[in-house]
């Protein structure tokens, strides 16, 4: 199974939801700044590399995590993405496409805004961390449906 969690940049929450999925972030408390911003691709995607998925490793059922980024289109890259793999002859029942965005507030926007946009990492960064501790627990929500739905449909596949 491929398992994509997608955002607006691939900068932040997809980061965040995909290294709660694998373990990298504790699911029963928020995490430090520093656990943060150790984490691989967490606000340093550029602007030419939405679209491209970045692997993030394997979980526990040896489904393979990716984050996306998908700009201000993601019905249509998600409607190109599934398409694409159709045509290519893979079978899209063993792909999920998580839409992260709707856990990031108006404090993640402004620091992503100013990060990746700006240039203004240093004022950017923490507030992007900050927005994010906040809706935390959204977020380990999230990643824990993900896991049960992959767990029901890998039970289906067998």
């Known amino acids: 199974m491929k398992i994509f969690y997608c955002c607006y940049g691939s900068a932040h929450s997809s980061v ?18 520093r656990e943060f911003i150790v984490l691989p691709h967490y606000d340093k995607t550029e602007s030419f590399e939405i679209g ?19 700009g201000s289109e993601r019905k249509l890259v998600k409607r190109a ?16 496409i998580i839409d992260t965005l ?33 809706r935390y627990r959204d977020f380990v929500k999230l990643v824990m449906q993900v896991k049960t739905k992959e767990q029901n449909m890998l039970t289906q596949l067998d």
């Open 16 to 33: 965040v939801a995909a290294s709660i999925h694998l373990g990298l972030l504790p699911s029963n408390r928020v995490p430090t700044f």
């Open 81 to 96: 993405i599934l398409s694409f793999l159709t045509h290519a002859g893979i079978n899209t029942q063993d792909v999920m």
């Open 102 to 134: 709707k856990n990031v507030n108006l404090i993640t926007k402004i620091g992503g805004f100013a990060s990746r946009r700006l240039g203004l990492v240093t004022i950017g960064r923490p507030l992007t961390i900050l927005g994010i501790q906040q």
């Open 52 to 70: 491209t998925p970045f692997y993030m490793g394997k979980d526990e059922y040896n489904s393979e995590i990716f984050i996306l980024g998908m």
